[in-house]
């Protein structure tokens, strides 16, 4: 007789596991991307199908509320037409019509995911998540800690498991109850193979068997997976690996079933009597697939037609202003939508632009005393720059309250009776007037605006592990050549040009990173814009900017800022600097840049319910700003909700219109790039960061319990890099309730302005910025800058799209929409 073939490879199935759990980072990166990224290879829908019926997400809405979106009105009937048409062909408009409307489906089948481990309830009528989740949780906290734990966990070993065979040998008590586990841990011997033969049995059902395990708890494995793979994303580095990971749990496992029925038990497998089949085997889409496909559509187009209809109607406004007061380059956040709007209507001769929030400035970030360094640019890329902070006048504040000393017995037991009184009448107090403390997240500490910054590399200047200190006059040339060429602004300076980043503000909010610059790995933007301002004013940069045909003239001064998009507050770097004329020049655009921010807060406030939006702009902005530190407020702002668009083109292309802060903004002029250089870059850019952002919100909308954290008043923070439900609970990866509530989950459309056939050959030069498109993860329509015709990306090229809408509302004031509507508000072309 043959041996059997063994055909179990523990790192393939591990490298299997790693790609398809959440790929979240700890909390101080926490960056946006596609919750499914896993599935990103696959056609959109074909891809959430796939993750529905493997894991068990719920990936879309229900056709329940798809139904109650049509009866709304949200779903247009023309638009759901159209989209029966495209996929089922004319003459079946009316029968899927009536499927859609009245039809009833088969219920959906159970997930694969869990099918094998459900077998421990089923045969042996125990509970193994109960009886070992919370101990391991405990531990793998413990182990990673970033610095709540009074006491560190006694690290050294070169990996987890190691770190844990010290502490079982050196400690009077035991992570296990019975002998056999306690043996496989302090053996070094013991392999992943001889664990899984113990509790499965059976190798060809050891990799549904890891799958099972680590989805029963995908927030911690993917936490674990994530610091695997960047040990870096923690401060306090700690090795470990998804393979140490599966094989505590694998003896934690043993542990409990020796504990339970001592050594007479048969692996699962052995007394499992249904093998399930290959867990990622493909699916197949049924008939409520097709529905819901089919509604997604129409919900999507009803908005794009909008949309597309809206910069379609005249009137088209001014390409350029004849005398520019000032210009302002903010961050493509759609935040900053709505603030743009409001300066340019304050002031007519104003211009502004949108580009990602670093700036073209890629570099990490020392603040002046501080230990490690801060990456602020997009997470993909990797710096060889780094710019320190010197000079800080400052120091941070503390708070009495917060005190080490209070972990200590006899210092925690006077601090109790004296401080810990004033404690509690503070935090009455903080109920009804809330205030900045040091214990608010704000972006404007993130670098002291009155410290300098080594932005320009110095001869003497030592490189410091490996990186630059500093930029040297070439490279500070290059980046701001990429960045005016690349939004289109190379002619026609205004005296004063403002680099707005971005920041927020927040209290009790361990979400915090993602409320800050997604371009900026979730840091604030202040550090980008001041360095790119010294860059565009240096001297001997300007000179070479010439040489490449952008002559900056000589009273032309650029300035950084940083824009609280919680408080809606800004404050500007380096104003010193500014010219006689020019100082001047800017305490009038201060004046603007108030009255534009008060109007902003005013128009953010109608999503607040605890808000009168028809008070004044000062007054509500002041409403706005106790809101943004009050401790008990689980939403000082709802960040990128409702997010479904990302415009590449000319300001012109949409200035007309009222997006209610629903769109990416980047600016980009195609006759400055006519072979799409440029364009290359921002969508290799735009396509991850905004889809991502995109997705995120989809899929935490639609999936609130296992693809987004649930609502963030039960969470506990996790050793400063997560948060979970109680102290026994997953980590969850996504977004809050509070972030998602308002948030329509459409897919992202990018319009483009350029002609169709360069963009084709543009998105197609990288792989990876394809996949998007070509998968609809992400939709693409071109408008033809000559015939303002729509060209929409299907299947692999670009047919002509004719909005459905013929006429969108035109309205002088949008106030007292603003003032009676809590949803969305329809798009607006604005007279």
């Known amino acids: 007789m ?38 990103q290879t ?46 089922k062909g004319p003459e079946a408009v009316e029968s899927w019509t ?8 088969a219920p959906t089948e159970l997930p694969r995911i869990g099918s094998l481990r459900a077998f421990w309830k089923k045969q042996y009528h125990v509970d193994l998540d109960s009886m070992v989740h919370p101990l391991l949780f405990r531990i793998l906290c413990s182990y990673l800690d970033q610095g709540i734990s009074i006491w560190a966990f006694p690290v050294g070993a070169p990996s987890f498991l190691a770190a844990l065979r010290d502490l079982e040998r050196t400690s009077y008590t035991s992570f296990f109850r019975t002998k056999r586990a306690r043996a496989l841990l302090l053996s070094e011997t013991t392999s992943l193979t001889d664990l899984l033969g113990i509790v499965v049995g059976n190798e060809a059902c050891y990799k549904q068997y890891m799958f099972d395990q680590q989805f029963a708890h995908q927030g911690w494995s993917g936490m674990v997976s994530s610091v695997e793979d960047q040990p870096q994303a923690l401060l306090d580095q700690k090795p470990i690996s998804l393979h140490d990971l599966v094989m505590f749990e694998l003896m934690l496992e043993i542990d409990a079933l020796d504990d339970q029925f001592g050594t007479d038990w048969l692996p699962i497998c052995i007394k499992a009597s249904n093998k399930p089949g290959d867990l990622l085997r493909p699916v197949a889409e049924t008939e409520l697939d097709e529905a819901l496909s089919l509604w997604q559509d129409a919900f999507e187009w009803t908005y794009y037609d ?35 709007r409001h300066l340019e209507h304050l002031d007519p001769s104003s211009e502004t632009f949108g580009t990602p929030g670093f700036f073209g400035v890629e570099t990490y970030f020392q603040p002046e005393g501080g230990k490690y360094y801060d990456k602020v640019c997009p997470a993909p890329l990797s710096p060889k720059f780094l710019i320190k902070e ?90 701001v050549e990429g960045l005016l060429k690349s939004i289109g602004m ?132 002041k409403l706005i700003k106790l809101r943004s530190v009050s401790l008990f407020e689980p939403r000082p702002e709802l960040n990128h909700a409702t997010n479904a668009l990302c415009i590449v083109g000319r300001r012109s292309l949409s ?21 799409g250089e440029y364009l290359m870059r921002i969508l290799n850019a735009a396509a991850p960061v905004c889809g991502g952002i995109n997705l995120e919100y989809f899929f935490s909308r639609v999936d609130n319990q296992k693809l987004g954290a649930g609502t963030k008043l039960p969470h506990n923070v996790m050793g400063l890099f997560g948060v979970a439900n109680g102290i026994d609970g997953d980590l969850r990866p996504g977004l809050p309730s509070q972030m998602i509530e308002v948030h329509d989950p459409i897919r992202l459309l990018m319009i483009v302005e350029h002609y169709p056939d360069v963009a084709l050959k543009t998105i197609q030069r990288n792989p990876a910025t394809y996949e998007w498109f070509i998968n609809e993860w992400v939709h693409l329509v071109v408008v033809d800058p000559d015939t303002h015709t729509f060209w929409q990306f299907k299947n692999g090229s670009f047919s002509l799209y004719e909005p459905i809408m013929k006429q969108v509302q035109e309205v002088t004031d949008v106030t007292p929409m603003l003032e009676a509507e809590h949803e969305n508000i329809r798009v607006l072309v604005l007279n």
């Open 655 to 675: 200035k007309h219109l009222f997006l209610d802060r629903r769109s990416f903004l980047n600016s980009y002029d195609y006759r400055v790039d006519p072979d």
């Open 42 to 87: 696959l056609p959109f829908y074909q891809g959430i199908q796939s993750a529905s019926q493997i894991f068990g997400y719920k990936v879309s809405l229900s056709l329940e509320e798809y139904r109650a979106l049509y009866a709304d009105k949200q779903i247009d009937p023309s638009v759901l037409n159209q989209a029966i048409a495209r996929r």
């Open 390 to 479: 010197r000079g800080k006048p400052h120091k941070h504040e503390r708070d009495v309250h917060f005190s080490k000393h209070a972990h200590s017995f006899h210092s925690g037991w006077l601090i109790s009776q004296t401080l810990g009184f004033w404690s509690a009448m503070k935090l009455l107090l903080n109920i009804f007037r809330p205030t900045m403390s040091p214990a608010t997240a704000t972006s404007f500490r993130h670098m002291d605006k009155s410290a300098t910054l080594t932005v320009e590399h110095m001869p003497d200047d030592k490189a410091e592990n490996g990186l630059e200190i500093g930029f040297r006059v070439d490279e500070m040339a290059q980046r």
């Open 98 to 105: 009536q499927k859609l409307l009245n039809g009833t489906y």
């Open 306 to 340: 909008q949309v597309l209809a809206g910069i379609s109607q005249e009137p088209q406004l001014p390409e350029t202003i004849p005398a520019k007061s000032f210009q302002a380059m903010f961050c493509i956040d759609d935040r900053e939508c709505s603030l743009r």
């Open 2 to 39: 043959k041996p059997q073939k063994n055909t179990f490879d523990a790192e393939v199935v591990l490298h299997d596991l790693k790609h398809y759990l959440p790929a979240q980072a700890p909390l101080k990166d926490f960056i946006h991307h596609n919750t499914l990224h896993a599935f």
């Open 490 to 621: 190379v002619t026609d300076f205004a005296p004063i040009v403002y680099i707005v980043g971005h920041g927020s503000s927040s209290v009790n909010n361990p979400h915090y990173a993602a409320y800050d610059c997604g371009a900026c790995s979730g840091r604030a933007g202040s550090v980008n814009s001041r360095a790119m301002s010294y860059m565009a004013n240096h001297a001997q940069v300007r000179s070479l900017l010439r040489e490449r045909g952008i002559a900056i003239p000589d009273g032309t001064q650029f300035i950084g800022a940083l824009h609280d998009t919680t408080r809606d507050e800004i404050a500007f770097f380096d104003e010193d600097t500014l010219s006689p004329v020019n100082q001047e020049n800017h305490r009038n655009n201060q004046v603007i840049f108030a009255e534009a921010l008060d109007l902003n807060a005013k128009e953010r406030s109608r999503r607040f319910m605890s808000i009168d939006t028809k008070g004044t702009p000062k007054a509500i902005h």
